[in-house]
């Protein structure tokens, strides 16, 4: 059945009224999207295989369209009670325009229907305008991962974990 989160709002993005489609990866042209974005969008981008490795593991990958275009997406890990956001990444050129609390919104909808009491996340420790957009989605600061993330040459760098316990929760 195909995912039907909430409508996203169009006042928040770039061109209102065309066809917004929230879908799968479902043909290699969307995983070549997808591989497209995460060159553009990190040092250590998501390689092909983890992308199909995380389809073969029935990770919930989420993508949201506008007409032909990929606007962004997240890769979440389904738990025992609680899901684990592993990739959000907006297209570089709809950034700032409220997407990434859309896709949060959505995840937020599917985590509740998999029963999530909770959602996980990291975030690279240097990163703190993310750790801000997390925060005002309702994530709050757990811990510090030390050495979590590769960095340049042989260097590591820390993960903040942030949780976002979902409404209802008897968490
Ligand atoms: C982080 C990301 C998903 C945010 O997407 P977005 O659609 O631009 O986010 P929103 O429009 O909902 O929110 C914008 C806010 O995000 C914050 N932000 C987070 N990361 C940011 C970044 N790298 N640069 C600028 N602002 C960033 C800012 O506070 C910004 O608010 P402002 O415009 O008022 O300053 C997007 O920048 C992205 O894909 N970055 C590359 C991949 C990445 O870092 N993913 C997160 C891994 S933990």
Known sequence: MPFTASV????LLPAAGAAWRWHGVTTPAELDAV???EAQSYSHPWTRGNFTDALKAGFHIQLLSHGSQLLGYTVAMPGVEEAHLLNITVC?????????????????????????????????????ATQRLYARHGFEFVAVRKGYYPLDGQQREDAVVMKRVLPGSAA
């Open 92 to 128: 570089p050129d709809v950034r700032r325009q409220g997407l990434a609390g859309v896709l949060l919104q959505a995840l937020a909808v599917w985590a509740q229907q998999q029963q999530a009491q909770c959602i996980w996340l990291e975030v690279r420790a240097s990163h703190a």
């Open 35 to 37: 591989l497209a974005i």
């Open 8 to 11: 996203p709002d169009e006042t």
